[in-house]
């Protein structure tokens, strides 16, 4: 009889296996073969999610396509093909595509609830309500800061370079992002450049030092969001949570009893916090914030901020090291702007239009999120055609394959600045570029990313001669444990004092 009973439980998920990986063959979705239990992710432990998705995309490519089908585990994920149908998703029809559809859990590891996951009218209000934060005019007051930072920066890596040692630059630059963000944001010296073991540099580490594990919650979050919640899963460590709680608890109450105000990102989620008016409006349509809730917006700061920017700067060097001409063009930018300018100044940064060229050729070839998702909040026929998207799918965006498509960038893998020249840029797509996402969800922090990384590239430029050290690995290798993406071994770079 239990045999009897074992072989109709077996048949019986043998055939809902089979009907959930022909969904898309059923809807007329062109689609990828999916085999139990990972889907299309086979490989997921030895390749990056960058790779697996660029093949998914080059496979189910063709002209006039607009989407194709690909499996996540057992849930079906639409990869966008078509570069009309990626701006509908983000901007022409958002009210269809507004949630991301990550993990969040509130209760049990409130860190998770930020900006990047919530939904909804709620996603709303807090997007509008930290927007001031990242204005032109609030850059230019954070600017200071973020230079003394950078200054402190050279002459850290001066000190080294003065011993004749090679650097890993990855964990250096990390240490830079670490302290602007630290003082931004929660108006700490964290002293990162000064001591590597810093706590919060090393709160940092624990967090992407976990990476296979926290990769494969992050996808299985993604896909089984109501299980994860039941299962009570928690994306982060305690010992990480616990820290950044402290770390904005210490803040906050420091702040309050002593009146301190920096006009920094914790001021304003303290303004939140209260119930207070942001800027010049005169309600809070919000409403009052929870400790957890300012946190969790604190902590994502941090996190998102530090590992991005650090990974640009990273790659850019590397390219830099290995294109010595490229190098010389990119100092010479900094040198004339300088000199121009008299003193690396806020407009003096903006002005260094090559410079910029070879962050965002970086960002092509090496973008830190290499996939952005969306969830479909209401069915959603797909302009052109007769699929309709049904409520709850998921849309996956391929950043790296639409960055690495011959078709949009010639010769992709050659690293080449004058991509972005303002002529070639006329010439291209606007969706062919996207390493910040687009429309109304698209990276909050943008500005601020952009101006910590122009500095610190500019800062090293004017010093320091930038070569590949011996035990740097060419050609790079993506480490398929990381979820942003980075280079396998570290990156060890030869800096000489001009």
């Given at each position: 009889m239990w045999i009897h009973l074992v072989l109709i439980v077996v048949s019986l998920a043998i055939y809902w296996l089979r009907n959930r990986y022909s969904y898309w063959q059923k809807r007329g979705v062109p689609f990828l073969q999916a085999y139990f239990p990972f889907g299309n992710l086979q490989g997921v432990f030895g390749q990056h999610l960058s790779v697996l998705a660029q093949r998914s995309y080059q496979q189910l490519k063709s002209p006039g396509r607009k989407l194709g089908g690909i499996y996540f585990f057992i849930n079906p994920v639409a990869i966008a093909l078509d570069l009309e149908f990626v701006k509908d998703v983000f901007i022409r029809d958002f009210q269809y595509f507004h949630d991301r559809g990550l993990y969040y859990n509130e209760k049990d590891d409130p860190l998770t609830a930020h900006l990047l996951t919530l939904e909804g009218n709620k996603w709303k209000a807090l997007r509008n309500k930290l927007t001031p934060t990242f204005t032109s005019g609030k850059m230019k007051m954070m600017f200071p800061v973020i230079k003394a930072v950078a200054e402190r920066f050279q002459q850290s890596l001066g000190a080294v370079v003065a011993t004749g040692q090679d650097i890993e630059i990855k964990d250096f630059l990390a240490r830079y992002t670490t302290d602007v963000i630290g003082t931004c944001a929660f108006g700490l010296e964290c002293n990162s450049l000064a001591d590597p073991k810093a706590k919060f540099r090393e709160m940092g580490r624990l967090i992407f030092r976990q990476s296979p594990i926290l990769l494969m919650k992050i996808l299985f979050g993604l896909m089984f969001r109501d299980l994860a919640r039941r299962m009570h899963m928690r994306v982060f460590r305690k010992d990480v949570s616990d820290f950044f709680m402290k770390a904005v608890r210490d803040t906050v109450e420091h702040r309050e009893k002593n009146k301190v105000v920096r006009n920094d990102f914790m001021d304003l989620l303290i303004k939140l916090k209260n119930a207070e008016p942001v800027e010049e409006e005169n309600t809070n349509q919000l409403g009052q914030l929870t400790f957890n809730e300012i946190a969790a917006q604190a902590f994502v700061f941090f996190v998102a901020g530090f590992e991005t920017s650090s990974t640009v700067m990273t790659f850019c060097l590397y390219e830099l090291a290995r294109n010595q001409e490229l190098q010389d063009k990119a100092r010479q930018n900094v040198l004339d702007t300088v000199?121009?300018?008299?003193?690396?100044?806020?407009?003096?940064?903006?002005?260094?239009?090559?410079?910029?060229?070879?962050?965002?050729?970086?960002?092509?070839?090496?973008?830190?999120?290499?996939?952005?998702?969306?969830?479909?909040?209401?069915?959603?026929?797909?302009?052109?055609?007769?699929?309709?998207?049904e409520k709850g799918c998921r849309v996956m965006v391929p950043v790296y394959a639409i960055h690495h498509d011959a078709e949009y960038f010639p010769d992709p893998e050659t690293y080449n600045p004058d991509r972005f020249n303002p002529d070639q840029v006329a010439q291209r797509h606007h969706m062919a570029f996207i390493p910040f996402g687009d429309g109304p969800r698209s990276c909050i922090g943008l500005r601020f990313g952009m101006l910590q990384t122009r500095l610190g590239i500019a800062h090293l430029l004017q010093k320091f001669r930038i070569k590949l050290a011996p035990r740097t690995i060419v050609p790079l290798t993506i480490d398929p444990a990381n979820l942003i993406i980075s280079p396998k071994g570290g990156m060890w770079l030869q800096f000489e004092k001009l």
């Open positions: 000199k121009q300018h008299g003193s690396i100044t806020y407009e003096a940064i903006y002005d260094m239009k090559y410079v910029e060229n070879c962050i965002n050729e970086t960002l092509r070839m090496c973008p830190p999120i290499v996939n952005i998702f969306r969830s479909v909040s209401n069915n959603y026929k797909v302009p052109e055609t007769e699929i309709v998207l």
